[in-house]
């Protein structure tokens, strides 16, 4: 069985990071509400990792990483886990790339917070007590990029004006802003 998150590791580079989401975007993504969002950037829980355009006047923007340690950290919340074990699975989780995290089970029994990589593991925690609350962060992966699909997006060092992601609908209010910064 695996052990307790305690460790953190460099975080491994990922196809989706050249990529970057306003924080209503992330919001929508991730399913929470903007106030969330804020509060956990103001308690540093968890912020924007991305720099934004040059001179500040845009702000900064959520990788897709981001967006799937925001939707983790709101079911780890929901379920009652303690904001210190909600901390060791985010460094965690960022410690991933895409292929890990499609592999990984988050368990929790509400106090600890538990990485499973198999079906075997999640049966042993189940039965020995200590997981009552499973997240698939593989099903979450899937799920944030379904639903970044269909909302704004902007690729990163593109210029004064972004390129947004293919195929996904154009923010015109991100254009505007970027036009003017450039």
């Known amino acids: ?3 307790v998150i305690a460790e953190a590791r460099q975080p491994a580079p990922d196809p989706f990071d050249g990529y970057g989401y306003r924080g209503t975007v992330a919001t929508v993504a991730a399913g929470i509400t903007y106030r969330q969002l804020d509060y ?9 990792s991305l720099p934004g355009a040059s001179g500040g006047a845009v702000p900064s923007l959520y990788s897709f990483r981001d967006i799937i340690v925001l939707k983790i950290v709101k079911r780890l919340l929901d379920a009652g886990v303690s904001l210190h ?3 060791a699975a985010i460094d965690h989780v960022r410690s991933r790339n895409s292929a890990e995290l499609a592999a990984i089970t988050l ?5 600890s917070v538990y990485e499973c990589t198999s079906p075997e593991e999640v049966v042993e925690l189940v039965h020995t007590g200590q997981g009552i609350f499973g997240i698939s962060v593989g099903a979450v992966w899937r799920e ?3 639903t970044l699909g269909q909302l704004p ?3 990163l ?3 004064p004006v972004p390129a947004l992601v293919p195929g996904g609908p ?6 505007r802003r970027r036009s003017r910064v450039g």
């Open 153 to 155: 997006g902007e690729l």
């Open 170 to 175: 154009v923010d015109e209010l991100a254009l």
């Open 40 to 48: 956990w950037a103001r308690t540093n829980l968890l912020g924007p």
């Open 1 to 3: 069985m695996s052990a």
């Open 85 to 87: 074990n909600i901390r």
């Open 107 to 111: 368990m929790s029994d509400g106090a």
């Open 157 to 159: 060092g593109g210029g």
């Open 144 to 146: 944030i990029a379904d």
